[in-house]
């Protein structure tokens, strides 16, 4: 007898695995979320395959898809004794089987069957009416259905292998740090000449991440200047010095702020080529676009650092599972354009008022490849040598599009990470399992040299922008 991969006859032993069944969502925001679930027993539905081949091609999830697919075949020549699932190399002996069939014969009429949704929680009706002791799990990133997964009595939750806690995300966003110098702290700083080399020891009691920014005052209280941990010391540097294109940190609300002390880290870090991975986090305004923009082109045009700019941004729509740029009339560039607009707005910005540019002249550099627009999913056949790689609105990525363009890196590319998490657009991210808060929090609990943090506070875009943040405020449904 031919082994099967769909038989459920292990689900009658007693014992205490759990079952998982993984809608196609899941699937494709992590193509390695089936390793993730123990010893537990993992059901994949039929169903999800197809949808799964659907996007194969798509131009955004389409690299997912594919993966996904030949994890899923190499799983399957795992076949155990007595059609029993195949197993999982996960060290902890999980099981896969696939779903087909098993429709419960008292689902909703208005449900229709039709829908690959609704096909789903059928199966799942008649899973826990048969195996009644098994405790059933439908795992989703569709609010929606999860909605109808609790009117019809069916355990669900979202996937929660890639998200935050709320404590977490909150302690992103804090003032930057300020510490009080000695006498002999300030001596220290000024014990060479160079200034290149101004620093003074670096103290544990302070607990500054590696390449944090902080502000210095002196005994008085007064400020002294700004620090960067590196290693065992604190880099100093002027706040007053510290300018992009001529342009220094810029304070919009001067009745409130004096300075603008996280501009001035996040330029500091911009310009600092052995940070090679900089992620900014900042609400709309705050000048992420500007400040990268600004030391991309500072860095490519003025000082020929880097051979060319990369501007990488996800495209999202409504679609449900992903959406497909190929409809849209023109070349890559063309559909691009629009989705890009931020930074030719900046380009043009920096054309006309820096004089780093001729008129017209960030089109030439369009056309000659010094700035090039790349999709997302076209990032692994992208080439990010010598560049600075600009990725914005990473938080309308999934972490593992993070991992993808991250492996691309080389040695001589530094790469800049904008994004607002307050501004999800994707359907299946929230502000705990996106790509930028992701990353945000491995490379604090993994710090090394070449990355760097930082989260921008302060509005400078308009006071009638400042008002809209503070005065127009939209209640939000809590995503926990």
Not at 83 to 105: C, E, H, T, V, Y
Not at 278 to 287: H, P
Not at 427 to 455: E, G, M, R, W
Request: glycine fraction near 4%; charge should be negative.
């Amino acid at each position: 007898m031919q082994k099967e991969l769909t038989n459920l006859s292990i689900l009658k032993q007693d014992d205490k695995r759990e079952v998982f069944v993984l809608d196609t969502n899941v699937l494709l925001h992590d193509p390695t979320s089936i390793y993730k679930f123990e010893e537990h027993i993992v059901l994949i539905p039929l169903t999800a395959i197809e949808e799964i081949d659907n996007k194969k091609n798509d131009p955004i999830i389409g690299y997912n898809a594919r993966e996904i697919s030949v994890k899923l075949e190499i799983l399957s020549g795992n076949i155990m004794e007595e059609n029993q699932g195949a197993k999982i190399p996960n060290g902890k002996d999980g099981i896969l089987i696939f779903l087909s069939d098993n429709l419960f014969k008292s689902f909703p009429e208005d449900l229709s069957l039709s829908y690959k949704d609704n096909l789903f929680l059928s199966q799942i009706l008649e899973i826990k009416s048969l195996y009644p002791s098994k405790l059933v799990t439908f795992i989703t990133k569709d609010r929606n259905l999860r909605i109808k997964c609790n009117a019809l009595g069916i355990l669900c939750d979202d996937y929660k292998h890639d998200k935050i806690s709320e404590e977490s995300l909150a302690s992103f966003f804090q003032p930057v740090k300020e510490i009080q110098l000695t006498t002999e702290e300030i001596n220290e700083v000024f014990s060479t000449q160079n200034s290149q080399n101004w620093f003074t020891s670096y103290k544990r009691t302070w607990k500054l991440h590696e390449n944090e920014g902080v502000v210095l005052r002196d005994p008085s209280d007064e400020l002294f200047g700004m620090g960067i941990r590196s290693g065992n010391r604190i880099n100093y540097f002027d706040y007053h010095a510290i300018k992009i294109l001529g342009l220094p940190p810029k304070v919009l609300d001067d009745k409130n702020y004096d300075y603008n002390f996280e501009q001035a880290i996040c330029m500091h870090q911009s310009m600092d080529d052995n940070i090679k991975v900089l992620i900014i986090i900042g609400r709309a305004g705050t000048g992420k676009t500007h400040i990268a923009m600004a030391a991309a082109l500072e860095k490519v045009i003025k000082e020929k650092r880097y051979d060319g700019i990369k501007l990488i941004k996800p495209i999202v729509t409504k679609s449900r599972l992903g959406e497909d740029i190929g409809f849209l009339p023109g070349s890559v560039r063309r559909k691009l354009i629009p989705k890009m607009r931020p930074f030719i707005e900046k380009l043009r910005q920096f054309s006309e008022n820096e004089n780093i540019l001729s008129d017209d002249g960030y089109n030439r550099l369009l056309d000659s490849g010094v700035i090039e627009l790349i999709n997302l999913a076209d990032v692994r056949g992208a080439d990010l040598a010598n560049s600075i790689v600009i990725f914005d609105e990473a938080q309308n990525a999934n972490p593992f599009q993070m991992r993808t363009l991250g492996t691309r890196l080389g040695e001589d590319t530094k790469l800049i990470v904008l994004g607002d998490p307050t501004q999800i657009d994707s359907i299946y991210l929230d502000k705990y399992s996106n790509a930028l808060i992701n990353l945000y929090l491995k490379s604090v609990k993994h710090p090394t040299n070449f990355l760097a943090q930082i989260c921008l506070v302060q509005m400078v875009r308009s006071h009638s922008s400042q008002w809209f943040e503070e005065v127009i405020q939209v209640n939000q449904v809590s995503k926990k």
